[in-house]
Every structure is written in structure tokens, then in C-alpha cells.
């Protein structure tokens, strides 16, 4: 999905995953010229061709979000950043090192052992020669899906950075409270070489979540009567008010539904409904380790009608084309989607910083960044 973010105008030189599945529709999407299915530890900086422009990581997020345990970069999982930044390091060491890196993951890489590997990572970036920043964006400016994500981005102590692509202070827009702190923890070179990235606001988005549902889905039936009644038990009062709301507007809404295990009022733990009808879609998450799938409420009439939400729907509520070919297997769909990036953050992230970095020259008319901001990309 970053690949399809970037655009045809952008080049990939190679792609690598370690999963056999979504390798498959990489391939059926892109072909297999630059695919490499392997564990990243096993890469060599031999296998990667050229010079990169970018190198974009996104590292897997599991030891980092809210839901994992708690292992962080020493995790298992999200502990492949170290390796990806060993080959990183080689092809510096091969003077081929990429002129950005961007890292991609959640937000809670900020706060991850008390705020010590963002630490971590800043600190890897800048003993390499990169001047790093972060920005926070938040698919549901572009649509209708909330899905904050962490973008740090990396660029080359060498390359001038035009002025009109950094602040000297955060904005509230792109820099969250979280982020701020994370930036106050660190110290030294990775604090000089730090950056406050900054970019035009997106214009307002209108898509709201009914405008991407399907009329009829393949992948998924309408729920019977019964599922949708035991949905509407699981529900607290408040909830249940949200849908009563519904019925009363004698409109057509479509709104979604998660199940969540919550404490009642007794302190024992129940598993909940929870619906929202603003328009927006909860995060897509990978349908593994617990996470419940998104089911599509829809009131009509007074009518209530329930269904999981489709493999087309989740595509689209990460930006992908119709076109986009996805696994047969709905489940397999839900989890290449869910672990992805939102398409349209990426462009837009390349449009306006990205590209402008990339093709900015070495003139009078562009500024190194004072010596306490800096920036962070990958690909």
C-alpha cells in the first residue's frame, strides 16, 4: 500500500515481506521483479540494487500498540526495525545510503518503555547522519476511517531542506501532546538533529462512511434476525440509546460495531457491542490475537440490519482502487488490509514532503534546518 501511495511516477527497486500470503498479492498486484519473501534478518545489503531515493519501513507493530505485551524493539516482532537498521548502515557503508527513511507504526511506539524506544530509534537515525522528525496523521482526514499512525521521517544531514517544509516549534495539527513528549526525552544529537516537519493542512474531507459500502457483498451475508438481536443485548444503555437515536431519525445510517470486553458495574468482565453511527469507521485491525472483525450496522426505516464488514469495503477504507486484487479468503483480505497503510496518507505525505525534499537543490534559495530541528523517511 505505500507502494501504491508513492504512485507509477516513483521506482521500486525491491520490496520484501516475510509473509508467504500477502507475498501473493503483492505479486498479483505488482508482479514479482522486486518482491523478495524472506525474514528481514536474512536480507544482505547485496540483494538491494542501487541507490535508494527512499526506504520505507513498516515495521510490525504488535510488541508497540496497546494490545501487545509490552516487548517493544526487544519484541520478537517489532524487534525487525533492528536488523532493517543494520542493513541501512551497510549501505552507508557503501556509500549507497537512501537519502530518506521513513518508519511507519503506531502511535504507541511513542510511549513504548516509558518513551525509551522512540528514544532508541531517533538515536540510530541521527549516529547515522540523518536529521529526523515525526508527524502524526490520522487517516480519517482523508477517509472515513479513524487510524492514527506515527511517521518517522529521516532525511540526509547532507541534503538541504527547504524552509517552508519545517517550523521552528510543533503545530498541533501534525504534532500530538504524545509526540511532544516523546521529543522532550531526548538529549544530545538525536535532540540537535530533531525537525518539526510541516506541511498544508488537508482540505476537509466529505466520503463518509455509507458512500464505501457495497450494495451487495460477496465476501459476507446479512446477519440473520437472531445475530442481529444478540448484537443489540450486548449492548450498555448508552449504546442502545445510539441506535434507538437511529430508528427515530427514520433515516437510512450506517454505522459500525465492535465487540469489546468491558468491566460492568460488578467488576466482572463482558463482552460489549459498541456502535457508532458519526460517519467514520473504527480502525481496521488484523482479525488475529482476539481482535474482533467491524460489522456494518445499518438502520433503515426503523429497521436494524447487521453483516461483517466486506473484503471490497476494508480495501476501500484504506484507499485502495476496486481494481486492487485481494485473497479470495476473507480472512486473509481482512489481514492484509488491516495491517496496511491508508493509501491516500501516503501520497499525500509524498506531495507535500517527500518529493519537495527530494527535488530541492542545493541553492541560496534553500536552508539547512537550524541545528534543534530535523527529519525521518523511508523505502
Not at 466520503?207 to 457483498?217: A, F, R
Not at 460517519?279 to 461483517?308: D, E, H, W
Amino acid at each position: 500500500m505505500a507502494r501504491a501511495g508513492l504512485g507509477n511516477h516513483w521506482k521500486c527497486l525491491f520490496a520484501n515481506d516475510f509473509d508467504f500470503k500477502k507475498s501473493v498479492i503483492y505479486k498479483a498486484n505488482w508482479g514479482d521483479e522486486v518482491l523478495v519473501t524472506e525474514d528481514v534478518r536474512k536480507i544482505e545489503a547485496s540483494q538491494l540494487p542501487g541507490k535508494p531515493n527512499l526506504i520505507w519501513a513498516s515495521f510490525p507493530c504488535q510488541d508497540l500498540s496497546l494490545a501487545g505485551m509490552g516487548a517493544g524493539l526487544r519484541g520478537d516482532r517489532s524487534g525487525t526495525f533492528w536488523p532493517f537498521w543494520r542493513l541501512v548502515k551497510s549501505l552507508h557503508l557503501e556509500s549507497r545510503n537512501p537519502d530518506i527513511v521513513v518508519l511507519e507504526n503506531v502511535c504507541g511506539t511513542l510511549t513504548s518503555h516509558a518513551g525509551k524506544d522512540f528514544t532508541a530509534i531517533a538515536e540510530a537515525l541521527t549516529e547515522s547522519e540523518y536529521r529526523v522528525g515525526a508527524v502524526v496523521i490520522d487517516a480519517v482526514a482523508f477517509l472515513p476511517q479513524s487510524r492514527p499512525r506515527l511517521f518517522i521521517i529521516a532525511v540526509a544531514a547532507g541534503r538541504d531542506i527547504p524552509e517552508d517544509l519545517f517550523a521552528m516549534a510543533p503545530s498541533a495539527y501534525w504534532h500530538t501532546p504524545a509526540l511532544r513528549k516523546a521529543y522532550e526525552r531526548l538529549e544530545g544529537k538525536a535532540r540537535r538533529q530533531w525537525i518539526w516537519w510541516d506541511m498544508p493542512v488537508p482540505p476537509t474531507r466529505t466520503l463518509q462512511l455509507q458512500d464505501l459500502l457495497e450494495e451487495n457483498p460477496s465476501t459476507v451475508d446479512w446477519h440473520t434476525p437472531e445475530e442481529t438481536m444478540r448484537l443489540l443485548s450486548m449492548m450498555s444503555p448508552i449504546n442502545r440509546e445510539k441506535v434507538d437515536a437511529a430508528r427515530r431519525t427514520r433515516q437510512t445510517l450506517a454505522g459500525t460495531v465492535y465487540r469489546r470486553t468491558r468491566v460492568d458495574e460488578v467488576g466482572k468482565k463482558v463482552q460489549r457491542a459498541e456502535v457508532r453511527f458519526d460517519g467514520i469507521a473504527g480502525c481496521l485491525r488484523t482479525p488475529a490475537g482476539g481482535s474482533s472483525r467491524q460489522v456494518i450496522f445499518i438502520v433503515s426505516n426503523a429497521k436494524v440490519r447487521s453483516r461483517l464488514i466486506s473484503s471490497r469495503e476494508t480495501a476501500r477504507l484504506m484507499g485502495l482502487p476496486d481494481e486492487y486484487k485481494l485473497p479470495d479468503n476473507y480472512n486473509e483480505a481482512y489481514h492484509l488490509t488491516g495491517d496496511g497503510v491508508v493509501v491516500p496518507v501516503i501520497s499525500y505525505l509524498a506531495r507535500h514532503l517527500l518529493e519537495p525534499v527530494l527535488t530541492a537543490q542545493t541553492s541560496d534559495e534553500h536552508h539547512s534546518v537550524p541545528t534543534e530541528p530535523a527529519t525521518a523517511e523511508t523505502r
